[in-house]
């Protein structure tokens, strides 16, 4: 099954995102291995896109042919069709994907997305990212994704759970406590994971050890971890914390643009904010808000959290420093300003191929911390170096979640519970090992930090292929 698929774009259907295509010239330089495995030719596909990021690097560490191919393809892609009983009773018809990479290093690992744009090729494309990511962080597992078609937004809680449960059981008989470990991602949470891992356990027969490693990102009640919630934001600022002075820019008064504002980039501006920056503009799905005095992201995130998005917050009433009644200084804007608004990081949190050569130009930024998975498209990636900004790639700066659910992984696997100081510091000296880990490739190899990054993971796999052979 391991054809590559053209996917509808969720770029192309972003109001932001509307430029000309990019020539295949800018994407990729049509790698001898996209031939050799048949590869078609379409610039806008994440996975091919991808794929040609790692081969740009393998190129640059030589890596062996042998691994080359075995990683431009996952190991195993499973799509799956269930249905769900509706509120109404009505029956619906769901399609799920679970996308194994590569177990070179260790057990598949990676998030469950629930997105109504998910395609085959997208989690193809977020799985060999997964196994990247956890090859630079050295956490003991592989890659893996998974998604289902379905608007989280849409349905009700009850029939979340349904959803839930019923994907779990269409996928059970190909994950395990230590063969592959899903997790949260976009559009899913702990509360989705408690449900995977109940089901899990109901179904498989499995001791209630076992079963709770089954998934990661639970709630803290259920065998989550500490610190697991805020991670890949903490990640994402621990990261920061650890290269930005070296790029002359100063963490304390720095100033941060937001894009998207769910787990992940609402955890980096509150962290941020504590580390002394000041966020001053952030846009989600709802709008856009821009506050050059710093927009306060604890606020932010409550109201988010109870209306389902950031506007409207300008409007809430706050207690000034002078016991009055004020409103929050943060005022509305539009797309356009909200990508040219001066700063001295965008952090790009929301979903991938939002950065493209439009939104690249109106950039105002130093430095880009791609707290998403593959925000930017290669073609607005060129963009961004031609204009000098840094770019601090996915593979590293958001590989702070999964480095937790490595944690809560062990806690389960030896029935111990870290505190959420001992998650912090571990999650710390792994982001800081794992961007000094990048410099170094920089430097070994005199490229860009994404290529970089890929590089340094590219090594790690390299090595234990050599190590381990190709059966048989
Ligand atoms: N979905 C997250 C990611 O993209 C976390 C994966 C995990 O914890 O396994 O990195």
């Known amino acids: 099954m391991s054809t590559v698929t053209p ?35 379409d610039p806008d596909n994440l996975y091919l896109q991808v794929v040609g990021q790692m081969l740009r690097a393998a190129e640059v560490i030589d890596l ?42 260790g057990p598949y690992k990676g998030g469950i997305r629930f ?69 949260p991602d976009v559009g899913t949470n702990a509360q989705i994971m408690a449900w995977m891992a109940d089901t899990y356990m109901m179904g498989m027969d499995s001791n ?84 050059s005095d710093g927009l306060d992201c604890r606020a932010l995130a409550e109201y988010s959290e109870r209306h389902g998005g950031i506007l409207g917050y300008e409007k809430e009433p706050t207690l000034s420093g002078s016991g009055t009644r004020s409103e929050q200084g943060a005022e509305v804007i539009s797309e356009q300003e909200f990508y040219s608004t001066a700063c001295d990081v965008f952090v790009p949190g929301a979903l991938e191929q939002m950065i493209k050569p439009k939104q690249a130009a109106l950039l105002n930024c130093r430095v880009l911390a791609e707290a998403a998975n593959a925000p930017c498209t290669p073609a607005g990636d060129r963009v961004l170096t031609e204009k000098g900004i840094e770019v601090i790639p996915a593979i590293l700066a958001n590989s702070g979640g999964v480095t937790v659910s490595y944690f809560e992984w062990l806690q389960n696997k030896s029935s111990v519970t870290w505190d959420a100081t001992h998650v912090d510091r571990e999650l710390n000296r792994h982001m800081c090992v794992a961007a000094r880990r990048t410099l170094a490739a920089r430097q070994r190899y005199d490229c860009d930090l994404r290529t970089a990054a890929f590089a340094a993971a590219l090594e790690q796999i390299g090595k234990v292929y050599k190590l381990r052979g190709i059966f048989p």
Do not use: C
Not at 271 to 283: E, K, N, T
């Open 7 to 41: 996917s509808t774009t969720k770029a192309s259907q972003s109001p932001a995102t509307s430029d000309s295509a990019p020539s295949v010239a800018d994407v990729m330089e049509r790698d001898p291995v996209f031939d050799e495995l048949g590869f078609p030719t």
């Open 64 to 105: 062996k042919h042998r691994v080359r191919i075995i990683l431009a393809q996952p190991k195993n892609e499973v799509m799956v069709h269930f249905p769900v009983r509706m509120d109404d009773g009505h029956h619906k018809l769901f399609k799920g994907y679970r996308v194994q990479h590569n177990n070179a290093l």
């Open 115 to 183: 997105h109504q744009d998910v395609h085959l090729d997208d989690v193809k494309a977020l799985s060999l990212l997964m196994t990247m990511k956890t090859a630079l962080v050295r956490v003991p597992f592989g890659g893996g994704k998974g998604g289902v078609k379905i608007n989280p937004r849409e349905v009700s809680p009850a029939e979340l759970e349904r959803v839930a449960r019923r994907f779990t059981s269409a996928i059970a008989h190909m994950i395990g406590p230590d063969y592959d470990i899903p997790a």
């Open 208 to 291: 209630a050890q076992d079963g709770l490693r089954i998934v990661t990102g639970k709630p803290v009640e259920f065998g989550g971890s500490a610190g697991r919630e805020k991670a890949t934001g903490q990640g994402v600022a621990d990261v920061l914390a650890e290269m930005l002075p070296g790029i002359g820019i100063p963490l304390q008064g720095m100033t941060v643009v937001l894009l998207g504002f769910g787990n992940v980039n609402s955890w980096a501006g509150r962290i941020l904010q504590d580390m002394g920056a000041r966020i001053v503009a952030v846009m989600d799905h709802t709008g856009a808000l821009r506050n």
